[in-house]
């Protein structure tokens, strides 16, 4: 009993390590704070939306004379002007954070998850089993991301889950290889000798032992994950792959484009753009400063 008290104990307290680990990230890093204040502010307007939107985004507003506002450049009524059909930008840019924080943040955590328990049973059991799931890798890598995903899109439908089941599908391959270098360095370290010698079983060793000294990676790698999640989810709505039934940066720039706006209606195209930039670098900033977690030498 007392064993297994100090065993939780020991994987209880690497845990907190890294919590506060993170927390002296936020709080030393000028990056980190910069990213977390605009990733906050993108989670808030996501989160609230409905109640921020000034206009449902798919409602098409007319003029005090009746007449559609089609194209209607940005005025005070609406700052981000309007679209073809009268549909306020602003309003449609507000709900286009959710989608994207959605994927984003369930993207980065499916393909997160995949690529830990891959590089878990990869790195610890070795030998055969290390070759085949490698290969797996490999052959991930060798798939051109984009139109492989496009063509899963087309397969299984483009609603918003199938889209982030198709981006995570794939973008587990990254983290799966370097977690596995880390876990077959910790693989050797005495915890594991110890854990050995009173019996702990090979999914005890892997997950309660193994798992919380690998969590900096895995936090460093979901980060990073939210930006590319968002990036892919983007680049899919824009070639006309994303979710019609959903507002989401990519698709405004689709619409955009598709009417042939996007020559001359700098407000249809600009506001969905700059948030795309400003989401992927708070993200970012906040994944190159985790990057001093688990490697020190950054620090200096």
Not at 16 to 35: C, H, K, L, N, W
Not at 107 to 131: E, R
Not at 139 to 167: D, R, T
Not at 201 to 227: C, D, E, Q, T, W
Request: with cysteine; proline share 5%.
């Amino acid at each position: 009993m007392a064993i297994g008290d100090s065993e939780s104990s020991t994987e209880g307290s690497r845990i907190r390590e890294t919590i506060d680990a993170i927390i002296r990230v936020f709080r030393g890093e000028r990056m980190a704070q910069i990213g977390g204040v605009i990733l906050l502010s993108f989670i808030l307007v996501g989160l609230f939306a409905p109640m921020l939107a000034p206009y449902d985004p798919g409602e098409m507003n007319r003029g005090e004379d009746g007449e559609l506002l089609r194209l209607d450049a940005p005025s005070q009524d609406h700052p981000f002007g309007t679209t073809n059909l009268g549909r306020d930008i602003l309003s449609q840019v507000m709900y286009g954070a959710r989608v994207s924080l959605i994927v984003g943040l369930a993207a980065a955590f499916v393909s997160t998850v995949i690529g830990t328990n891959v590089a878990l049973i990869a790195g610890y059991y070795g030998g055969t089993v290390d070759n085949i799931l490698m290969r797996l890798v490999d052959i991930a890598y060798g798939l051109p991301f984009l139109p492989f995903v496009i063509a899963l899109v087309f397969i299984f439908g483009s609603s918003l889950w199938n889209i982030i089941f198709v981006i995570s599908l794939l973008m587990w391959r990254s983290s799966a290889r370097v977690i596995r270098s880390e876990v077959l360095s910790q693989k050797g370290r005495p915890y594991i000798e110890s854990a050995d010698a009173i019996g702990a079983s090979n999914l005890r060793k892997m997950y309660i032992h193994i798992l919380p000294n690998v969590l900096p990676l895995m936090v460093l790698y979901m980060a990073f994950g939210v930006a590319w999640a968002v990036i892919y989810e983007a680049s899919i709505a824009f070639l006309g792959f994303g979710d019609p039934s959903m507002y989401s940066w990519g698709t405004i720039m689709f619409e955009a484009y598709s009417t042939g706006a996007i020559r001359f209606a700098y407000w249809w195209v600009i506001p969905p753009g700059v948030c795309i930039m400003l989401f992927v670098m708070s993200v970012f900033f906040i994944g190159r400063s985790l990057e001093k977690i688990t490697n020190p030498d950054l620090r200096h």
